[in-house]
């Protein structure tokens, strides 16, 4: 069972920077592919990013933030980050941090955080 608590959204500006953070529980933290999720209002819940637990941490990004999110994590802190750079409208959004077992950014992860707001404004 893994428990995760994100922390970080805010209001900004365009152009501006958000780190996000997930807090989880659980002794097994290091084993599990973690993963960003964003929920904008009336559309579908879209993949943001990935990082596996092995293959030192192999990292995917949906195209319309590669080369301004950057996902890392933190095993020793069992937390994962979303640095979140040069900000635009279309990123507002819910996000959401999950884990799974197996990396997939196709597949439902079985745990899901509540998620924390993130709007940027123009």
């Known amino acids: 069972q893994v428990q995760l608590v994100e922390s970080g959204g805010g209001l900004v500006q365009a152009g501006a920077s958000l780190r996000l953070s997930c807090a989880a529980s659980g002794r097994t933290f290091s084993r599990y592919a973690m993963y960003w999720f964003r929920q904008a209002p009336g559309k579908e819940r879209e993949f943001v990013a990935g990082?596996?637990?092995?293959?030192?941490?192999?990292?995917d990004y949906a195209e319309s933030v590669q080369g301004r999110f950057i996902i890392s994590r933190d095993n020793a802190k069992n937390t994962v980050y979303l640095e979140m750079n040069s900000l635009k409208p279309e990123d507002t959004a819910l996000y959401s941090c999950a884990a799974s077992r197996t990396y997939s950014r196709f597949v439902n992860p079985e745990y899901w955080g509540q998620g924390t707001q993130v709007t940027v404004s123009s």
């Open positions: 990082i596996m637990w092995s293959g030192g941490g192999t990292t």
